[in-house]
């Protein structure tokens, strides 16, 4: 999973979130933010609040004591497969080192790749994704 400060600087950059089932968010203040929370039509499903806005609302027995939270308050963490589909024709490879460490490759066709390395798979796509939002 993405540290959070990354998944804020992608939302900055404009990564779209049109939340689905599976989704890892996180309720960015001070109290909540390392808890990571899944959409789930069991636990957490969509809505409409009232401002007509996205919420989401927590069913059953859940650990907190929440209700619903709207979506602007979530912080979307994305998953291995959404970076790469966020990335879209931009990447190129995605290569395990030596070391153990994971390599991205992306760049529009014909220019010459460029390169984001990281620990985990996951890094190496937000930040090569992150890099393709702000060039």
Do not use: C, K
Request: glycine letters at 10%; proline letters at 4%; hydrophobic letters at 50%.
């Amino acid at each position: 999973m993405i540290d959070i400060d990354v998944a804020r600087r992608l939302q900055a950059a404009g990564l779209p979130w049109e939340p689905a089932d599976g989704d890892w968010f996180v309720i960015d203040n001070a109290e909540l933010r390392d808890e990571h929370f899944m959409l789930s039509s069991m636990v957490i499903e969509r809505g409409v609040g009232r401002a007509g806005g996205e919420l989401f609302r927590f069913n059953g027995t859940t650990e907190w004591a929440l209700d619903s939270v709207e979506q602007h308050e979530a912080l979307w963490i994305p998953r291995a497969d959404q970076l790469l589909t966020a990335l879209g024709a931009a990447f190129r490879a995605l290569a395990r080192g030596a070391d153990g460490t994971f390599t991205v490759s992306f760049g529009p066709a014909g220019a010459e790749p460029r390169e984001v390395r990281a620990p985990a798979a996951e890094d190496a796509l937000a930040g090569a994704l992150l890099v393709h939002l702000t060039d």
